[in-house]
């Protein structure tokens, strides 16, 4: 494959992302890289699959909250109800759509 800008060879190399492996395309000129469409795809669904994130725990009244990820407003919105499960022993909580 030869780059768009400069129409040099371009080097391809191996490359761990998210803990995929992927192939990676780079101009030897200017740098410009690129990845199949296969390997962003699956690049795509790693991310999506998983959220993790380190939150901090809010007061809300009487209660105590922990706001969600923004990419959460795709599957839970306002006064949808959620079962919450918390593992004393393992102090991990679990949360499921109710
Ligand atoms: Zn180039």
């Known amino acids: 494959m030869k780059c768009g800008k400069c129409r ?3 080097r391809e190399r191996p490359e761990e992302r998210m803990g995929l492996k992927i192939t990676v ?3 030897p000129r200017c740098g410009k890289s690129l990845i199949s469409m296969d390997d962003a795809i699956r690049l795509q ?3 999506l699959s998983r959220i993790e994130d ?4 809010v007061s809300v009244g009487n209660s105590i909250g922990i706001t969600l ?8 919105k306002k006064g949808d109800k ?3 499960i ?3 022993d ?3 909580a679990k949360l499921a759509k109710a």
């Open 54 to 57: 380190v939150r901090t725990v």
């Open 86 to 88: 918390w593992d004393m």
């Open 90 to 92: 393992a102090m991990e």
């Open 8 to 10: 040099v060879n371009m």
């Open 69 to 76: 990820p923004a990419a959460l407003k795709k599957i839970l």
């Open 45 to 47: 669904q790693r991310a």
């Open 25 to 27: 395309q780079e101009c």
């Open 82 to 84: 959620v079962h919450l």
